[in-house]
C-alpha cells in the first residue's frame, strides 16, 4: 500500500486528491461519520454526488470536513 | 440488507440518433419503451425493503422522455417509503440535455437530483455523432439545456464521450469545458465490438489511445492547477494509486454493484451488459428484486468475473486496479486477445504515467509508485 505521510505543494491536484485519501482514513476510523451523512464510503464520491457533498477549494488540511459537520 | 445502486433504464427510446450510440443495438428488441408505473412501484418498494440507502441513477434511452409526471411519482414513492422505513434515497440522472426546461431544471434542483450530461466537447466535435434523426447536431440544444441547470444550482457534470474523432484534440476538448465552466466531467472512451465481424465499430478507439489522449489530459489537470476541476477517472486512479478507496467500480474491485434494470423489469449485472446474452440475472416480472441479486445467475456472474481476474494474481498493478472493469475483459474475449491484453495494455500506461508524476510530487512511502513505474 502507497503512503503518504506528507502531501506536496507542488501540485494542488496531486494535494487535493491525497487530502481526499486522508480523509478517507479518518473516515474509516469513525471520526468522519458525520461528514459522511450515513452514505456508504463507495457511493460518495462519484462526480454527481461529489459536486454537493465535497466542495472543492483549501488542498491543505480537511476543509470539506468543518463545513459538512458543521451544517449536518 | 443488500447494498446495491440501481441504474433504471426509465426509457428505451431517444429522441437523438447518435451514431456511436452503445445502445442502440437494443432498439430493434423494445418492448417497453417506458417503465410502467406499477413496476416502477415495485421497485421502489422492493429497493426500500433491502436497503436502508438507495442510489437510483436514471438512464435510458433518454430518460426526460419519460415526462415529469413519472419523476414526480418517482419522487413521491420515494417520500412514501422514507416516511414509513426511514429509508434515503439519492438520485442521479443521465441526460442528453436536449429537453431540459426550467421546469426540469427547478424539479431536479428541487429534489436534489444530480444531473449528468452528454457533451463530447466543441461544436463540431459533439455534433460529429450526437444528432437528431434527421442528422442535426444537438449542440445548441445541450448548451442551452447546461445552461438552465447552472442557473438553477442543480449539481451537474458532463459526460464526453471520446472517440476516433476526438484523438488528437486533448487539449481543446479540455479547454472547451474549462471554458464554459464546466470543472466536473468525465471521459468516456468510444469502444464498442462490432457483433457482426468482431472488430471495434469505426467510431471506436483502441485502449492505447485512450490511454495516451487521458495521459495527455492529466498533463494538462496538472498544468492548470486548479483543484476544482475534478476529471473523475483521473481522480479515481489518483485515489488508488495515493492508496485510497476510488469510488469507481473499473478501479475498486467491485463488480455488478451498479445493476441495470430495464424498463421492462430484465435485470442485468451493470449497464454494459445490457442485451448480452449469458448475463441477464432475471426479470422483476417474473421474480423479486431479493430472489434476483441473491440468484443463482448473479453468483455466476460472480465466478465469472473472478476467472476474468485469474491473469491479475502477479500482475504489478493488481494492488491498484483491483481488476479492472469485466466489460473490458469480456471484450477482450470478443476481440479474440489473451488475459492481460487489450485494456490492461491501457490500464498499465495510464497508471504508469500518473505514477511517474506522483513519484516526483509527493513525499513518503512511494516503494509502490516505485513498482508500478519501474514494471515492465
Not at chain 2, 68 to 75: C, E
Not at chain 2, 193 to 210: C, R
Amino acid at each position: 500500500m502507497i503512503s503518504i505521510r506528507r502531501k506536496s505543494a507542488s501540485s494542488k491536484v496531486v494535494a487535493n486528491a491525497a487530502a481526499f485519501v486522508e480523509a478517507q482514513r479518518m473516515q474509516d476510523s469513525g471520526l468522519l461519520a458525520a461528514w459522511n451523512q450515513g452514505w456508504p464510503n463507495e457511493w460518495g464520491q462519484d462526480w454527481g454526488q461529489n459536486s454537493r457533498r465535497i466542495p472543492s477549494g483549501p488542498t491543505e488540511g480537511f476543509p470539506w470536513l468543518t463545513r459538512a459537520t458543521s451544517s449536518s | 440488507m443488500v447494498n446495491a445502486s440501481y441504474i433504471v433504464k426509465l426509457t428505451e427510446v431517444c429522441n437523438l440518433a447518435c451514431s456511436y450510440c452503445y445502445y442502440f443495438k437494443h432498439r430493434k428488441d423494445i418492448k417497453v419503451p417506458i417503465m410502467r408505473t406499477p413496476l416502477l412501484e415495485s421497485l421502489i418498494g422492493q429497493a426500500a425493503e433491502l436497503s436502508q440507502h438507495v442510489w437510483f441513477i436514471w438512464h435510458g434511452g433518454e430518460p426526460l422522455m419519460a415526462g415529469k409526471d413519472l419523476f414526480q411519482t418517482i419522487v413521491d414513492l420515494q417520500k412514501f417509503h422514507s416516511q414509513q422505513k426511514g429509508v434515503t434515497f439519492k438520485n442521479s440522472v443521465q441526460t442528453n440535455g436536449t429537453l431540459l426546461d426550467d421546469e426540469w431544471c427547478s424539479f431536479f434542483e428541487r429534489n436534489q437530483f444530480d444531473v449528468g450530461v452528454s457533451l463530447d466537447g466543441p461544436e463540431d466535435l459533439h455534433n460529429a455523432y450526437r444528432v437528431y434523426p434527421g442528422g442535426k447536431g444537438s449542440f445548441s440544444a445541450v448548451m442551452h439545456g447546461w445552461k438552465l441547470l447552472t442557473e438553477s444550482k442543480t449539481p451537474a457534470g458532463a459526460l464526453a464521450v471520446i472517440s476516433r474523432e476526438s484523438l488528437g484534440k486533448a487539449e481543446e476538448i479540455f479547454r472547451f469545458f474549462l471554458r464554459e465552466g464546466i470543472l466536473n466531467f468525465n471521459l468516456l472512451p468510444c469502444m464498442e465490438v462490432d457483433g457482426k465481424n468482431g472488430n471495434l465499430t469505426p467510431q471506436s478507439i483502441q485502449p492505447a489511445e485512450y490511454a495516451q489522449f487521458l495521459g495527455e489530459i492529466y498533463d494538462l489537470l496538472i498544468q492548470e492547477d486548479n483543484p476544482a476541476v475534478k476529471i473523475t477517472d483521473i481522480f479515481n486512479i489518483l485515489v488508488a494509486l495515493l492508496g485510497g478507496k476510488p469510488s469507481s467500480c473499473r478501479v475498486n474491485g467491485t463488480c455488478g454493484v451498479y445493476v441495470t434494470v430495464q424498463s421492462d423489469g430484465t435485470v442485468w449485472p451493470c449497464d454494459n451488459f445490457v442485451g448480452t446474452e449469458g448475463f441477464r440475472l432475471g426479470n422483476l416480472q417474473e421474480q423479486t428484486l431479493a430472489e434476483i441479486l441473491s440468484g443463482g445467475p448473479r453468483k455466476c456472474f460472480q465466478s465469472w468475473v473472478i476467472s476474468q481476474r485469474s491473469a491479475c494474481r502477479g500482475c504489478e498493478l493488481n494492488a491498484v486496479c483491483k481488476g479492472g472493469c469485466s466489460w473490458r475483459h469480456y471484450q477482450r474475449t470478443c476481440l479474440g486477445l489473451p488475459p492481460g491484453s487489450y485494456w490492461c495494455d491501457a490500464n498499465k500506461a495510464i497508471f504508469r504515467r500518473i505514477a511517474k508524476h506522483l513519484e516526483s510530487t509527493v513525499t513518503g512511502d512511494v516503494s509502490g509508485l516505485q513498482k508500478i513505474v519501474r514494471a515492465h
